[in-house]
């Protein structure tokens, strides 16, 4: 269970973070030019971190106590397979979706 | 010159066909949101606030494990930081406008209206500040209301789904789904697998820290691959 305090914090304080990361630039530097280096390394936030925090949730899922599962593997292998061939976001959802049910129904 | 009333329209319909992924993100966020133990009125709030599904579902995520606050906050961040990107790259066009009217178009810079609001002012150079502003927010008209609406629905879900079926594994099928098209190029798909890799290697610290580092390993590879095909004239 989540404590009250704590997650209003966390709202508060990611909420506030996100706006002040939307307005830093926009809102503060106005019509600057930015450094190179440091939009080539914004370009890239989305691909290394949302791959590295679901990581370790393919290999070791917390629902089976950190054991490998054939269904969820299968599932995360479908739906980048799918993703890569038809760039479909809602694609590789359903795709992984019925993938990992299908394996659930079969290996549960 | 197109008037902004049309402006704004086409605005809108550059965003309406986003409604499709995004009722399935803010359900699911409102589904797993109350599976953690926050009630609508939360899930809402942290819709509203917050308005950035992936940072959402990282503290959701991270606060079930019971990671201290700050590590929260660091990894949500951490996972948000492309909207500084967004808003670098909007302030060239909308840079202009008055203080008000910037900390505006900040709170509804999210994915979408940045990705439209782009296109359009590079394929649109006449446009003058008010009619870019009235795009900017003809493609968060559809957006905004479906995000916080369907967090809401997701929310009121929430408690009658049952554990076999299996929404754990919602969070990384979605990320999974949201990041495969964005690998474009060699330095694109390089920062994932070193972010992967990263990530798998550091499990061993405390508090999902590892997520963090390795999130800035994976960058910091995709600048540099980046920066050298640029240098051999490989980078389009």
């Known amino acids: 269970m989540i404590d009250k305090t704590t997650l209003w914090t966390v709202i508060a304080g990611i909420g506030i973070g996100s706006f002040a990361l939307r307005f830093a630039f926009l809102g503060l530097v106005g019509d600057r030019p930015l450094p190179g280096w440091l939009l080539r390394h914004l370009r890239y936030t989305a691909v290394a971190v949302l791959p590295a925090l679901i990581a370790p949730l393919v290999l070791w899922p917390p629902a089976t106590g950190g054991e490998p599962d054939p269904p969820r593997l299968l599932a995360a292998l479908v739906a980048l397979g799918v993703g890569l061939l038809t760039r479909s976001v809602l694609g590789a959802i359903l795709a992984g979706g019925i993938t990992l049910y299908a394996g659930l129904t079969l290996f549960g | ?236």
């Open chain 2, 1 to 236: 010159m197109q008037s902004i009333k049309s402006i704004y329209w086409q605005g809108m319909r550059a965003g309406a066909p986003f409604i499709l992924i995004l009722v399935p993100f803010s359900t699911l966020f409102g589904v797993i949101a109350t599976e953690a133990g926050l009630n609508v009125t939360e899930a809402l709030v942290m819709s509203a606030l917050v308005v950035a599904g992936a940072a959402q579902f990282t503290a959701v995520q991270l606060m079930t494990e019971q990671v201290p606050v700050l590590i929260v906050l660091a990894a949500a961040l951490t996972v948000n930081l492309r909207m500084a990107m967004y808003s670098a790259a909007l302030t060239p066009y909308l840079g202009q406008l008055s203080l008000p009217k910037r900390a505006l178009a900040a709170y509804f810079t999210v994915d979408q209206t940045y990705a439209c609001s782009v296109a359009a002012y590079e394929a649109h150079p006449e446009w003058d500040l008010s009619r870019k502003l009235g795009y900017f927010l003809g493609v968060a008209t559809p957006i905004m209301p479906c995000w916080l609406g369907f967090t809401v629905v997701g929310a009121l879900l929430g408690g009658s789904i049952p554990d076999s079926m299996a929404l754990d594994f919602a969070i990384p099928i979605t990320f999974i789904a949201i990041v495969t098209p964005m690998l474009r190029t060699g330095a694109h798909r390089a920062a994932a697998l070193a972010g992967i890799a990263a990530s798998l290697c550091l499990t061993w610290l405390p508090y999902s820290l590892g997520v963090i580092f390795a999130g800035f390993i994976g960058m910091a590879v995709g600048a540099e691959i980046e920066r050298r095909m640029v240098l051999r004239g490989t980078w389009t």
